[in-house]
């Protein structure tokens, strides 16, 4: 084999080397920095919904379930605003109710498209299936 070849050779198993390693450090960027609740989760066991959106926000669909600290019954949609910390598991979510703020606190755990919220007060935990990312 000629020394020519070599270099090209070396040259080119150099570049595949490299192209591995910069796709495989933007794939670990994008799943660091990722919002992992972002779109939105339907119940499992009823019509209940979230969508949690890029800016901060969440739509939640009550099916006359009961609302966190007030313990009322609410049928119909809430807009209220979260934050999370990816490395705790947790989200707290703040709604407006009947003018009042009341803000509840979840571990969450999210495995096989499925998100699971556990309420810190309750314990009581509920699943969400992944639908789609909120386009909105």
Known sequence: ????????????????????????????????????????????????????????????????DKLPVLETSYNGSLEGTYAYDKSEEVVSITLNVYSKEITALYTYNIENNTLTLTDTETDKSKAYSFLEVDKN
Do not use: C, H, Q
């Open 1 to 64: 084999m000629s020394r020519r070849l070599r270099k090209i050779i070396g040259l080119t198993v150099t570049g595949i080397i490299l192209a591995g390693l910069i796709t495989g450090i933007v794939f670990v960027v994008i799943n660091v920095t990722k919002n992992p609740l972002e779109g939105t989760w339907i119940s499992t066991s009823d019509r209940g919904s979230y969508t949690f959106r890029e800016d901060g926000s969440v739509k939640i669909y009550y099916p006359g």
